[in-house]
């Protein structure tokens, strides 16, 4: 079943909840980035009107592509480790 930007940003909440209870200090760094950027791109998206979820994954490439300088190599890769996990996780609850 298709989901809404808004239905997916909600389904994965507990991919950043987890990595702030369970992960460690990289982990949490990553979740926490990652998060402020993803709350954004969701909110921008709502506000335009697109509610298709394969825009949001359009859309954090492209923030996250332009503010790929803020990070060290190391905090980038966790950062894409994250965005891996939350991927997945879209994939698994698309499937089910």
Same mark, same amino acid.
């Given at each position: 079943?298709?989901?809404?930007?808004?239905?997916?940003? =909600?389904?994965?909440?507990?991919?950043?909840?987890?990595?702030?209870?369970? %992960?460690?200090?990289?982990?949490?760094?990553?979740? %926490?980035?990652? !998060?402020?950027?993803?709350?954004?791109?969701?909110?921008?998206?709502?506000?335009? %009107?697109?509610?298709?979820?394969? /825009?949001?994954?359009?859309?954090?490439?492209?923030?996250?592509?332009? /503010?790929?300088? =803020?990070?060290?190599?190391?905090?980038?890769?966790?950062?894409?480790?994250?965005?891996? !996990?939350?991927?997945?996780?879209?994939?698994?609850?698309?499937?089910?």
């Amino acid at each position: 079943m298709a989901q809404s930007v808004t239905e997916l940003a =909600e389904a994965l909440e507990s991919v950043f909840d987890h990595a702030v209870v369970d %992960g460690n200090d990289d982990e949490l760094f990553a979740s %926490g980035y990652l !998060r402020g950027h993803f709350d954004l791109v969701v909110a921008q998206l709502e506000m335009e %009107g697109q509610q298709q979820a394969s /825009t949001l994954w359009v859309a954090l490439d492209d923030a996250l592509n332009k /503010t790929r300088d =803020e990070l060290n190599p190391q905090d980038r890769q966790h950062v894409q480790n994250m965005l891996a !996990r939350l991927r997945e996780r879209a994939i698994q609850l698309e499937s089910a």
